[in-house]
């Protein structure tokens, strides 16, 4: 049983267009971590969340802390193809591990 | 840019054949991560050290894996004897504070393991 479930697992879009990534769990978190993968690289840190409802902006993407502290969620604003990559969320439980999700595959189509 | 360093980044081998993965940190971390992703599985984290010491490995199967840190410069993960379903990519993270894994990880490339 995957702890933090993320949806969808594989996005195609066009570019230009809005969407929105989810990571759900019934565990709360005490902070969650965003990161993107590129094919043969490692992930890379992009935001961390840490209070329940916040909301923090990276350029055209935003990300969202549910205000129980148990889901998240991506939004990104008109997509370019350089958005593409593995999408993956991580959630800390205490102090101890990091738990990730599967990932979202997320392809942005010129 | 400082990076977490992992060599090799492929390795082939025959199932039985002892693997040794090595990973630099970044100069000043003081916590290593050890994780493995798969298709299947997704990112898993095997064990991790702050200070060098080992502080959790319960992710880690105990009988043909370990992990060291013989001084802060280097942590091993080896798999003695390995099998086909070790075939992976394996991460190194480092990072620095007293919080546990709730701080930026810094990964490495990997090195992705296939064995035969």
């Known amino acids: 049983t995957q702890l933090l479930e993320q949806s969808p697992q594989f996005l195609s879009i066009q570019e230009g267009e809005n969407l929105t990534v989810y990571c759900n769990s019934s565990?709360?978190?005490?902070?969650l971590q965003w990161y993107r993968q590129e094919p043969g690289e490692g992930p890379v840190l992009l935001v961390t969340v840490v209070t329940g409802g916040e909301v923090k902006k990276l350029k055209r993407l935003t990300f969202q802390f549910g205000d129980a502290r148990k889901d998240s969620s991506l939004h990104i604003t008109a997509a370019q193809p350089g958005d593409t990559g593995l999408y993956l969320c991580a959630g800390v439980r205490g102090a101890q591990k990091l738990v990730f999700g599967q990932g979202t595959r997320l392809t942005i189509n010129p | 840019d400082a990076r977490v360093t992992q060599t090799p980044r492929h390795k082939v081998t025959e199932m039985g054949q002892e693997v040794t993965m090595r990973c630099q940190p970044i100069l000043g971390h003081n916590t290593v991560f050890w994780y493995r992703q798969t298709m299947m599985q997704g990112l898993e984290l095997l064990a991790y050290f702050r200070n060098r010491a080992p502080l959790d490995d319960s992710g880690m199967p105990k009988d043909r894996f370990s992990a060291e840190m013989p001084d802060a410069t280097l942590a091993t993960l080896k798999i003695q004897p390995s099998e086909p379903r070790d075939s992976a990519v394996y991460f190194c993270?480092?990072?620095?504070?007293?919080?546990?894994?709730?701080?930026?990880?810094?990964f490495g490339d990997g090195t992705r393991l296939s064995i035969l």
């Open positions: 565990s709360v978190f005490s902070s």
């Open positions: 993270a480092s990072g620095f504070g007293a919080q546990g894994a709730n701080q930026p990880q810094h």
